[in-house]
Each structure stands twice: as structure tokens, then as C-alpha cells.
């Protein structure tokens, strides 16, 4: 019985999902994106900014290993803004506080293609144009809030508000998932949406308490630190914000890349779950396009 098993493993190339690694796609892409991002921390305690959603844009570089496996580096610009006196809530409007910040992130993604164009290709030889993955990866972000003021916008992070010195920089882990389709051998194009955990609560320059009357050098800082003042129905209690919980922000976008043509990756050996190369190995069986190509 092994030795049946043997022998008809021996007789037929593989056609296991999982078998399949195609040289062509190993290969370096560049590409673009444009989408939307929106904000999650102290002046979202209902969730009202999801209607609150600003523009990105960013490029991005992938390296594909095999079939399944690709890491993505990504820049990107994003504005993210919240404001309590939107919220509909009776608290958060007598804080009336607000903010916008215009940052700008730089990642790392490890992304898994566990739909890809070459899925079916046991049962129907053919390529197929839908994929799906996942990603998740490392990064940096900048922080750099504002306060609108006196037709102005005015930065908050050296002042101080709550008498804390942050960072201009937030570590970020993204993850999230997309759908993509290929419309020629070189241009893929993907829907993707991915959320952004940070390591800091002061995307928003809101965190913990009111400083102490009076224990702010410069005056611009204490009139900000409270904006209650403002509303006729304002109101100072004790906590401005709540720590418990990091802020973060969620991004939307349609992204295009093109394979780099001829680009030789050949000095990457690296197999996954099936082997290189192709009938002769084990590896996907040539499309006819592909063929076509080679002749």
C-alpha cells in the first residue's frame, strides 16, 4: 500500500495547492495608494468618528518570495481629527475639546496570499485574477496634534497641555486584510483596510487630568488645556481623558502596483510549503499565456 501510494505521488507532479511556487511570481513591485483614514481615542468615547473621516495617500514597495508569501514597505501621510463639540453627548460637549493632526507613517508588513491567482490552477490550469490576503507588520508614525484657535490651528505638543512631554514619534503595529485583482501580468490592483494600534494616547493630546491652576509657564497652554470656557453650558470636572486605552486610527485605501518587468530575484532560494521551479520540480504547470511568452 506505501509503495502504491508512492508510486502515484512520483507519477504526478504536484498540483496540491500548496505545491505551487511560480518563479514569475517572485518579483519586486512599486505602487501608490489613496484612501481614507478615520480616528479612534478620547474624543471618539461614542464612536462618532467613524463619520469623521480624512484623506490618505502613500507609496509602497513589495517583495513577493513565492505564491503566498510577500513583505510590503509603506509610506504614508494620513489626517485624522476629533472634536466633542459634534458628539451629540452632553459631557464631552462641555469638555469641548478638539483636534486635527496631519502625520505621516512609515511600516513593514508580513502579508499572507491565502487567495492568489494560482489557487485553482490544480483543477483549472488556468490563472485566477481574485486574491485575498492578510498583513500585519511594524512601524512608525509622527504625532503632531492641533488645536483649532482664533482662526488658527495651533501645535499642542509643546505645550504641554496636561503637563506631560510626549513623543513626536508612535510605535504602530497595522493588520488587516485585502481583496485584489490582477488585470495584466504587471498591474494588480487591491482594495485593502487595515487598523493601526499605538503604542501612545496622545494622537489626540488627550489623556489624563487637567493640570493644576497655574502651573503652566506659558499662558497659550493653560487657556487650551480646558475649552469649556467657550460653550455657555461648559463644565470642568477632573478627568479630560481616559488612559486605559491607547489611541488609534483605521486606513481604507485602493492601491495599484506594477511588477517591476525582468527584474532577477534569482539569489532568493526561498521554497515555502512547495518546490521552485516548474513541472520539472513539482512546481505550477505553465499557463498558456505564459507559454506564449516564453516562445
Known amino acids: 500500500m506505501v509503495l502504491l501510494l508512492s508510486h502515484a505521488g512520483t507519477a504526478q507532479p504536484g498540483y496540491r495547492v500548496f505545491d505551487f511556487v511560480d518563479p514569475s511570481l517572485r518579483a519586486i513591485s512599486l505602487g501608490g495608494q489613496i484612501g481614507i483614514s478615520s480616528y479612534f481615542g478620547d474624543l471618539c468615547a461614542t464612536n462618532d468618528c467613524y463619520t469623521k473621516n480624512k484623506p490618505s495617500i502613500g507609496l509602497v514597495s513589495t517583495l513577493r518570495l513565492n505564491d503566498y508569501f510577500f513583505f510590503s514597505l509603506n509610506g504614508l501621510y494620513y489626517r485624522i481629527e476629533g472634536s466633542d463639540a459634534i458628539s451629540g453627548n452632553i459631557g464631552r460637549m462641555r469638555r469641548n475639546l478638539s483636534f486635527r493632526a496631519d502625520n505621516y507613517e512609515f511600516s513593514l508588513t508580513g502579508n499572507f ?21 492578510t498583513f500585519i507588520g511594524v512601524g512608525i508614525s509622527t504625532n503632531n496634534p492641533s488645536a483649532p484657535y482664533k482662526d488658527d490651528f495651533v501645535p499642542l505638543r509643546q505645550l504641554q497641555t496636561e503637563g506631560v ?7 504602530v503595529v497595522p493588520f488587516g486584510f485585502g481583496v485584489g485583482y490582477r488585470f495584466t501580468e504587471f498591474l494588480n490592483v487591491n482594495f485593502n483596510i487595515g487598523y493601526r494600534y499605538t503604542f501612545t494616547d496622545y494622537l489626540d493630546d488627550v489623556s489624563t487630568t487637567y493640570a493644576e491652576p497655574g502651573s503652566f509657564v506659558n499662558s ?15 463644565r470642568k ?18 492601491r495599484a502596483e506594477y511588477k517591476i518587468p525582468k527584474f532577477d530575484l534569482s539569489f532568493l532560494n526561498f521554497r515555502g510549503s512547495g518546490s521552485i521551479g516548474g513541472p520539472k520540480n513539482g512546481g505550477a504547470q505553465p499557463t498558456r499565456k505564459a507559454a506564449k511568452r516564453r516562445k
Open 220 to 234: 497659550l497652554a493653560e487657556e487650551l488645556q480646558y475649552r469649556g470656557d467657550e460653550v455657555p453650558f461648559g
Open 113 to 133: 496570499e491565502f487567495l492568489n491567482y494560482n489557487t485553482f490552477r490544480y483543477l483549472t490550469r488556468k490563472e485566477f485574477p481574485l486574491s485575498a490576503f
Open 237 to 254: 470636572g477632573i478627568i479630560r481623558g481616559n488612559p486605559q486605552f491607547k489611541d488609534g486610527y483605521l486606513i481604507m485605501g485602493i
Open 165 to 171: 512631554r510626549y513623543s513626536p514619534v508612535a510605535m
